[in-house]
């Protein structure tokens, strides 16, 4: 049984990557994305086949958290800052707020809180980033770009891991701001 139950967080994470996928097929499908992130441990949990508690929604180690959740968006801030580019608020930024912590519900909240039960912390970590990088191939981004994705991901999960953050809520916060100042970077940095 437990091997059944360890197949549905791998078969959500194809399924979430499968419904990005669908973007470039079907551009009216583009809105499907945001939701499935959110609705999925949603109905895990309101259906009783995941315990919220499971989600890592806690406020864990608030001092590695608060680490983990403004190091590397400030870190990328400074870089930016240091080279002379410029940062600001840009038109669309609730997409990415909304979508970033959509990510971090699904990816670090659901499947690394579900892998971690099956697998244990480092391979959960793993699984989980492989498929947030995976969602990231999809999207188009290059093989090095990825790579660095899968760097921000482990970071993220770091945030929800007991030996980091112990919370959801640390990538909640450093990934929407890691994000937003990412966004303002001019392409080819």
Known sequence: MKKVASLFPILSGLFICFVYGLRKFAPTLRQLYFPAL?????????????????????????????????MLPVVLFARFKLMGLPMGIFPGWQGIVLGSIGEEVFFRGYLQGQFDKFFGPNLSILLTNFFFTLVHVVKGYSLITA??????GVYFSFGRDKRGGDSTLWGMIAHPLYNLVAANAPSGI
Do not use: D, H, Q, W
């Not at 790579?147 to 921000?152: D, F, N, Y």
């Open 38 to 70: 959110y609705l999925i441990p949603a109905a895990l949990v309101l259906t009783r086949s995941v315990k919220f508690s499971e989600m890592g929604f806690r406020i864990g180690k608030p001092f590695n958290g608060l680490l983990i959740a403004f």
């Open 147 to 152: 790579l660095m994705i899968l760097a921000v």
